[in-house]
């Protein structure tokens, strides 16, 4: 099959394995989309809790700095294999409970097991032999290490058949499928901004009288009630639309088909990573600025509350409760940047329009993301000149919080890099659909492909952040300025090499019904 994709031409061999997938039915009501779309906010409120509450607990467990970025390869591992997997046998699934149903129900159990596991980890790790004081907890890091993985291949599981299940409900339908991807858009919003709020309440453990023990102090029951409450809302949201939402079973495979992934034996990654071979040159140039562009993001989603618990504040892990209240303000940071990334979500259509195509926009906003994580050195510098203590040298003195310019500074980069987040989750999508359409691969296949781009990035800086960061003295500033290198990078890559989409029509189009939030 020949693929012909804005001048480029590529001979796709492995592509001739095709999905066998019902054809499209009617679309279903509008009540039931927004119930499966809903569950995305479920999800999306989970995610706002690791990201925001996760990297400072690991590092209370006794984990150092420069090791709890090993902790977060989980997400990336698992984008890379689980995705893949699920979206493969979600569509080749045959059950009567539906294609995405049973995946979507088995990914919701295992949230659940996660989250146990994780809330736990520091009375399940005392319980086994763990002492109640500083230093290192090797029992309760064990356990929590085995629920967060657990948690992220949860995640993962969950959020490819829910967008999947969507596109099926929709029925082919382009109004439909515009709509439901812009719910759960929307959902995933609602989900951030609720995660960030219980993140950022100090009280939520009084809900939850039991999860202060002598083994998890209150930082550690704050966390432990924010996950209860999350588990709650994803099962009550899952529950509600698995039993009003049905699917009908996709019909078998035809033998010969059948036949042909048997003996191909891995037909999941087999389609994925043959489909690397014969991809055409965009697709291979939006893998470049895609690549440096997570480069750019995932310190600072990594490191964005611990940066405001040590740099802005000044406080230490376990030591006082100025750290934790740095933590707490980057929660309320994430909050903001949640509020202005589902306002953006919604004006990338139009933004597009104003500043002459998607792909001068995620030009310029990736030197917008530049700009952002260079002024954290500003901001950091000027929270170390404006220090104030009470006190005097000689009776110990105790260091004060920042002063209000330095913590609205802080803020307002939170809430400015909502703008250039709407764009990372819409954009690269949206181009991947476009220089695909005619490749015959399907929106799994070159998704899969645009993941690469995605989790390889990801599983780099984790890695290798945390010794870069001690390198130069610990801290969090070093990753983030090669963050900002990558995103003008990016940004200059964007500009110059990655090609314009065939037609603004189908830019918007694809927009539509990419959903901009993978």
Not at 135 to 164: E, H, Y
Request: hydrophobic share 50%; glycine share 10%; net charge positive.
């Amino acid at each position: 099959m020949e693929v012909k994709n804005s001048g480029a031409t590529a001979t796709s061999s492995s592509f001739q394995l095709q999905q066998q997938n019902p054809p499209p039915l009617a679309a279903e009501p509008l009540r039931k989309i927004i119930l499966v779309a809903a569950i995305a906010a479920g999800v999306q409120f989970g995610w706002a809790l690791q990201l925001s509450l996760l990297t400072p607990y690991v590092q209370l467990l006794g984990i150092p700095h420069t090791w709890a970025a090993f902790i977060w390869l989980c997400g990336p591992v698992s984008g890379l294999l689980v995705q893949p997997i699920v979206g493969y046998y979600s569509d080749n699934c045959t059950s009567r409970f539906g294609r995405r149903r049973p995946f979507i129900a088995a990914g919701t159990a295992l949230v659940a097991v996660a989250v146990f596991l994780i809330g736990f980890a520091a009375d399940l790790g005392h319980a086994a032999g763990d002492s109640t004081g500083k230093g290192s907890k090797p029992r309760a890091i064990t356990v929590f290490v085995v629920g967060f993985w657990i948690l992220d291949v949860a995640n993962n599981m969950l959020q490819g058949p829910c967008r999947a299940l969507l596109a099926d409900l929709s029925g082919g339908n382009a109004r439909k499928m515009s709509a439901a991807n812009s719910l759960y858009s929307f959902f995933m919003a609602v989900g951030n901004v609720l995660g960030y709020a219980a993140g950022a309440y100090t009280r939520l453990y009084r809900i939850f009288p039991f999860s202060k023990t002598s083994a998890c102090d209150l930082y550690c029951a704050n966390l432990k009630s924010c996950f209860l409450i999350s588990i709650a809302l994803l099962v009550t949201l899952t529950v509600l639309a698995l039993t009003m939402v049905h699917e009908k079973a996709a019909a078998a495979s035809p033998p010969e088909q059948a036949a042909t992934v048997k003996k191909r034996g891995f037909p999941v990654f087999g389609e994925l990573f043959g489909a690397l071979k014969d991809l055409p040159r965009p697709m291979w140039m939006l893998l470049l600025v895609t690549c440096l562009n997570w480069i750019a993001w995932f310190p600072f989603l990594l490191f964005d509350t611990d940066w405001m618990g040590k740099e802005v504040y000044g406080g230490k892990v376990g030591e006082g409760n100025l750290y934790d209240k740095g933590v707490r303000a980057g929660a309320l940071g994430l909050m903001l940047n949640s509020v202005v990334l589902g306002l953006a979500s919604l004006s990338v259509q139009f933004l597009a329009r104003g500043l002459g195509g998607v792909k001068r926009l995620w030009g310029l906003v990736n030197f917008l993301l530049a700009v952002c994580l260079a002024m954290t050195v500003l901001v950091t510098k000027m929270a170390q000149h404006t220090r104030r203590y009470v006190g005097d040298e000689a009776t110990a003195a105790t260091l004060m919080q920042p002063v209000a310019g330095v913590r609205i500074g802080a803020l307002a980069l939170f809430a400015v890099l909502g703008i250039p987040l709407a764009i990372t989750y819409s954009i690269p999508f949206a181009l991947a659909s476009i220089f695909s359409s005619n490749s015959g691969a399907g929106q799994g296949l070159s998704l899969g492909v645009l993941n690469l781009a995605i989790v390889i990035p990801q599983m780099v800086v984790s890695v290798a952040s945390g010794p870069w960061d001690d390198l130069f003295g610990g801290g969090n500033l070093p990753a983030f300025v090669v963050g900002a290198v990558a995103a003008a990078a990016s940004g200059i890559f964007a500009l110059t090499m990655l090609p314009s989409p065939p037609s603004d029509d189908a830019s918007t189009k694809a927009l539509s019904s990419a959903g901009g939030f993978h």
